[in-house]
């Protein structure tokens, strides 16, 4: 039999946690019959685990160490003949799956314990002894201990209560699931089981994984099985799909709703995860006033949204017809899934990222998508979430259910780089044509995007402040507007038609010129005046008196180098005007 994993993972415990794994150098029945045991019981639904022998551990990484000691093609054949009257020994019968598998060009063999569906098993303490003494088994962390009384009794209560991902399905057939999508399963999980398919019979080769159960005459899915490699999934589990809705203008607002992501679980996963990307995920570049280094920031870390989506499918509960839905806010990303966490699980022991489920819901999916590489690990999903939006310098995220605990809400929240405001708004009833009305309007667009427009209203510094900022929020003429884009297209045209009520195309033109420093007979000579007095007053002075326009040199309105400068709100009205053009 081929193994239906890679065996490196197993030798390097990526992908399979270390309590789920034993390294035994050496064939020792009645130690590995006590943790077959306790693999079998799966007192926390974590889907059995893993025994390689003839191979040492590392005392320092908990991992196989390499070159591996190997067995001798006599000791192998030796092991399995006495397995044979072992696995009698496990009450009721056990056998795990047996493998043999070639590294560093040595023999080890590989045992795979999946969770029975017989449970709870017990075994002599040493099933070599000739006095037979049965202990129920359990494990603890990396360890196989026995079972307390008060564990027995609920080992006892979980002999009926087997994880519905791990169950029959008797409304499928094996024609159900699909050999393109298992193999295509193996090849990403480099198993050598993959060159198999189509070779060996199908119904073995599922057998072989534990995607089917039942006699050879009466077989049928299992539910994990229909998950991940049934084309429609949705035939045997309802609503098993990813509803994306986005809410643009908040819940009050009008919605847009997208397709349903439907199809295999895997599929789903990646097509989400695809789409939120490329909806969701930006890069901004910023430059820290006390540091020399630039810190390169994302909209959502990408982390943070893979591991949040995965756990809604890890953790949901398939029984319940509902979808997961993702909404979609302006400022923030919900996630929810039906089939909350176990009462247990004190809420705010996620926002402390210290989780751990007593019983895990789906024991055989959550090990398919860790093989996958789509989820760390037991326990590990809300560290890596907390963990990806600090690094980021994100917001913490908030958790939320209900007291019966019937669905579990993640909600992320945009980077306050990235931040959109509610739009601004104005009465533009009321709006009035003047300048000392325009002029309110614009100091109240530049208060909402809070831009302290008063410090840059006089003088040579102001100007150039004045450019600066404009530069930087593109307050600029003929240029699309960070500012006016928070602003309703009627707003702008109300705005717009105000300050064409309240000043004429020469006092345009004198704004326009003064983008670059100029004196005043060349500003009023450009609109056809002379430089009198009386033109100054009637075109140049209300626009000063109000900072659209500024002196160069304040202190000294006389002085022959005097020159005048558009100021910040002098570059917004025509921005304004050109936004409506």
């Not at 926390?44 to 025994?51: A, V």
């Not at 087997?162 to 699931?177: G, H, K, M």
């Not at 004429?504 to 002379?530: N, Y």
Request: charged share 25%; hydrophobic share 40%; aromatic share 8%.
């Amino acid at each position: 039999m081929t193994l239906h994993l890679n065996i490196e993972d197993l030798l390097s415990a990526q992908t399979v946690e270390t309590d789920r794994i034993e390294y035994k150098e050496g064939w020792n029945p009645d130690a590995i019959y006590r943790s077959i045991c306790a693999f079998a019981n799966d007192f926390d639904n974590t889907s059995g685990g893993y025994i390689l022998v003839g191979v040492k551990e590392d005392d320092v990484t908990k991992t196989a160490r390499r070159p591996v000691k190997g067995l001798t093609t006599a000791e192998l054949a030796d092991i399995q003949f006495k397995m044979i009257g072992f696995n009698n020994l496990l009450q009721p019968v056990y056998n795990p799956h047996l493998f043999i598998e070639i590294v560093d060009g040595k023999q080890i063999l590989v045992l795979w314990i999946p969770g029975g569906s017989n449970r709870p098993y017990q075994v002599p303490e040493r099933v070599t002894a000739k006095e037979k003494r049965y202990f129920y088994y359990i494990r603890k962390y990396a360890n196989s201990v026995k079972a307390k009384m008060e564990e027995q009794q609920e080992l006892i209560s979980l002999s009926n209560n087997i994880p519905f991902d791990d169950r029959s399905n008797t409304q499928a057939t094996l024609e159900n699931i699909s050999m393109v999508l298992v193999k295509d399963y193996l090849v990403k999980v480099k198993s050598r089981l993959a060159e198999q398919v189509g070779k060996i019979p199908d119904r073995g080769l599922l057998r072989q994984m534990e995607l089917i159960s039942g006699p050879n005459e009466h077989v049928f899915p299992r539910n994990v099985g229909l998950m991940l490699f049934a084309e429609n999934p949705e035939l045997f589990f309802p609503y098993t799909q990813v509803d994306i809705v986005e809410f643009p203008d908040g819940d009050a607002g009008p919605y847009l709703e997208h397709d349903p992501i439907a199809g295999p679980v895997p599929e789903q996963i990646y097509r989400t995860l695809s789409f939120l990307r490329d909806k969701l995920v930006k890069e901004k570049v910023i430059k820290p006033t006390d540091k020399e280094e630039s810190i390169r920031v994302a909209s959502y870390p990408y982390q943070a949204i893979e591991e949040t989506l995965v756990n809604a499918f890890y953790h949901r509960d398939y029984q319940q017809r509902e979808p997961i839905e993702i909404r979609i806010y302006p400022n923030s990303i919900i996630f929810i899934n039906h089939g909350g966490p176990h009462r247990s699980i004190l809420l705010e022991a996620f926002s402390l990222g210290k989780v751990r489920s007593r019983r895990y819901r789906n024991r055989r999916l959550g090990e398919f998508l860790k093989e996958l590489e789509l989820t760390e690990g037991r326990a590990t999903g809300i560290p890596t979430i907390l963990n990806s939006l600090k690094d980021n310098g994100s917001p913490a995220p908030r958790f939320h259910t209900d007291e019966d605990r019937t669905f579990f809400e993640v909600e992320l929240f945009i980077h306050p780089a990235f931040t959109i405001k509610e739009p601004f708004t104005i009465d533009a009833d009321k709006l009035i044509a003047s300048m000392a009305g325009v002029d309110d309007v614009l100091n109240s667009i530049l208060d909402f995007e809070g831009i302290a427009h008063e410090d840059f209203s006089r003088g040579a510094i102001a100007g150039i402040q004045a450019g600066t900022i404009a530069e930087k929020v593109k307050i600029l003429d003929n240029q699309t507007s960070d500012v006016l884009s928070a602003i309703n297209g009627t707003v702008v045209s109300a705005i717009a038609g105000a300050i064409a009520g309240t000043i004429d195309e020469k006092e345009i033109e004198l704004l326009t010129m003064a983008l670059v420093p100029k004196d005043r007979k060349i500003l009023l000579t450009h609109i056809g005046m002379t430089n009198h007095r009386k033109n100054y007053e009637r075109y140049m002075l209300p626009m000063i008196t109000k900072s659209w326009l500024t002196m160069t040199i304040p202190d000294k309105p006389t002085s022959p180098k005097q020159q005048y400068l558009t100021t910040l709100k002098g570059r917004l009205v025509l921005n304004i005007i050109s936004h409506k053009h």
